[in-house]
């Protein structure tokens, strides 16, 4: 029988009373609550959750937050949660879901998505990535680029190729890779805000067990497209309130700052507040259709829109506050943990919003899936479809 909210709000009176937010620490308290079940409710008992209706997460959210219970800071551990545990849940051994899933949630162990490859751009299934079957495991040797939390993370999911005689959407397998491995090392990758947040990612002969594998070997293609989908909700479907995120530090400007007010400014910056207000209650409609399955190519919308409006809203940000906004407060390397969109200045939002129509699935592919699987419009020709991926041009 389906565990219902009631049900779910007397568990968490009864973890709030074992363990009083005031006197435990905020580790001990995320773990109690993982093993409760309310970690994400829509998971299985004994992984985090109860398989209740993924529609009463935000019953207990709100109830732990009201108590003043720690969060596991999603941001910071936005690709364990978002992309690798969909996939492992999705995909993984029981081993390997109760070896990865309680640390990932807890924010313990960090995860990093070695998928990108500089050789391969936007076509994601033309990587290069080799393994090759090393007794009980296998040996990988490649170039992965734009990863991000590579230097923080314990853990990466990872695609590479198995059998190169293959088309290229086929002979790829999923793995999981221990970043402390000898051989996996990590460079930073500046960026033009003059950070680094993202890494290029180098693998010499690197050895994973064959235990963890994720999915069967050569459908890694198969189990990636779970990954994706999920990504693109993650980045495009994130929750917020109502005028928050890129839309708000302009309006609050425009609130404050009367004298830099333009008729045409005004006309543009009510277009994007509708349309930001758009996107956020469609994302509010795509998550409550996540509760019903697993997420379609909607996402891919969701992600594009993403995209298109934050940096319309950040280059107008810029054209308000004029030579103002021009000015860059600091150009000193840095490897953060978090983007902070919105808590830096005019000028940092303008250049890493540049990077949002790259990460996470370039809009040019975005647009093909939305075309194709969203529009039912016909697929673009693709003459490399039943080509070996040793034979493809390069």
Same mark, same amino acid.
């Given at each position: 029988?389906?565990?219902?909210?009631?049900?779910?709000?007397?568990?968490?009176?009864?973890?709030?009373?074992?363990?009083?937010?005031?006197?435990?620490?905020?580790?001990?308290?995320?773990?109690? @609550?993982?093993? *409760?079940?309310?970690?994400?409710?829509?998971?299985?008992?004994?992984?985090?959750?109860?398989?209740?209706?993924?529609?009463? !997460?935000?019953?207990?959210?709100?109830?732990?937050?009201? *108590?003043?219970?720690?969060?596991?800071?999603?941001?910071?551990?936005?690709?364990?949660?978002?992309?690798?545990?969909?996939?492992?849940?999705?995909?993984?051994? =029981?081993?390997?879901?109760?070896?990865?899933?309680?640390?990932?949630?807890?924010?313990?162990?960090?995860?990093?998505?070695?998928?990108?490859?500089?050789?391969?751009?936007?076509?994601?299934?033309?990587?290069?990535?080799?393994?090759?079957?090393?007794?009980?495991?296998?040996?990988?040797?490649?170039?992965?680029?734009?990863?991000?939390?590579?230097?923080?993370?314990?853990?990466?999911?990872?695609? *590479?190729?198995?059998?190169?005689?293959?088309?290229?959407?086929?002979?790829?397998?999923?793995?999981?890779?221990?970043?402390?491995?000898?051989?996996?090392?990590?460079?930073?990758?500046?960026?033009?805000?003059?950070? *680094?947040?993202?890494?290029?990612?180098?693998?010499?002969?690197?050895?994973?067990?064959?235990?963890?594998?994720?999915?069967?070997?050569? /459908?890694?293609?198969?189990?990636?497209?779970?990954?994706?989908?999920? =990504?693109?909700?993650?980045?495009?479907?994130?929750?917020?309130?109502?005028?928050?995120?890129?839309?708000?530090?302009?309006?609050?400007?425009? @609130?404050? @700052?009367? %004298?830099? +007010?333009?008729?045409?400014?005004?006309?543009?910056?009510?277009?994007?507040?509708?349309?930001?207000?758009?996107?956020?209650?469609?994302?509010?409609?795509?998550? !409550?259709?996540?509760?019903?399955?697993?997420?379609?190519?909607?996402?891919?919308?969701?992600?594009?829109?993403?995209?298109?409006?934050?940096?319309?809203?950040?280059?107008?940000?810029?054209?308000?506050?004029?030579?103002?906004?021009?000015?860059?407060?600091?150009?000193?390397?840095?490897?953060?943990?978090?983007?902070?969109?919105?808590?830096?200045?005019?000028?940092?939002?303008?250049?890493?919003?540049?990077?949002?129509?790259?990460?996470?699935?370039?809009? %040019?592919?975005?647009?093909?899936?939305?075309?194709?699987?969203?529009?039912?419009?016909?697929? /673009?020709?693709?003459?490399?479809?039943?080509?070996?991926?040793?034979?493809?041009? +390069?």
């Amino acid at each position: 029988m389906s565990v219902g909210a009631d049900e779910l709000l007397g568990l968490v009176r009864e973890l709030l009373a074992s363990h009083p937010p005031a006197t435990t620490g905020p580790g001990d308290f995320l773990k109690a @609550r993982f093993d *409760a079940g309310l970690a994400w409710v829509h998971y299985p008992a004994g992984l985090g959750g109860l398989g209740a209706p993924r529609s009463l !997460q935000p019953v207990v959210d709100a109830a732990l937050e009201a *108590a003043g219970a720690p969060d596991n800071d999603p941001r910071r551990i936005g690709i364990g949660l978002g992309m690798a545990a969909p996939t492992i849940l999705a995909h993984g051994t =029981e081993e390997q879901k109760r070896r990865f899933l309680r640390p990932l949630w807890t924010g313990e162990e960090v995860w990093c998505q070695l998928f990108s490859e500089p050789g391969a751009g936007s076509d994601l299934a033309a990587l290069g990535t080799r393994a090759v079957r090393d007794g009980d495991g296998w040996r990988v040797d490649g170039q992965k680029v734009w990863t991000s939390s590579a230097h923080l993370a314990r853990w990466a999911i990872l695609i *590479a190729r198995t059998d190169p005689d293959l088309p290229k959407h086929q002979g790829i397998t999923y793995f999981v890779c221990d970043m402390t491995d000898p051989g996996v090392e990590v460079r930073p990758l500046r960026q033009i805000t003059g950070e *680094a947040e993202f890494n290029e990612v180098f693998l010499t002969g690197v050895r994973i067990p064959d235990a963890h594998r994720l999915g069967a070997v050569g /459908e890694g293609w198969q189990v990636a497209r779970t990954t994706l989908m999920n =990504e693109r909700v993650s980045i495009g479907g994130m929750r917020r309130p109502r005028e928050g995120g890129m839309i708000a530090p302009v309006a609050e400007v425009w @609130r404050e @700052r009367p %004298e830099l +007010r333009t008729h045409d400014l005004h006309q543009r910056l009510l277009t994007l507040w509708v349309e930001a207000e758009v996107a956020r209650l469609t994302g509010e409609r795509l998550r !409550q259709q996540l509760a019903a399955g697993r997420p379609g190519p909607e996402g891919s919308g969701m992600k594009l829109s993403f995209a298109r409006l934050n940096q319309e809203i950040s280059g107008l940000e810029v054209e308000l506050l004029g030579e103002e906004g021009l000015l860059y407060s600091d150009w000193t390397m840095r490897r953060p943990e978090l983007v902070d969109f919105t808590g830096r200045d005019a000028g940092y939002r303008y250049l890493r919003s540049k990077g949002n129509s790259i990460e996470g699935g370039t809009s %040019e592919v975005l647009l093909n899936i939305v075309a194709e699987r969203v529009l039912g419009l016909p697929a /673009e020709p693709r003459s490399d479809k039943d080509t070996a991926w040793k034979d493809l041009a +390069r």
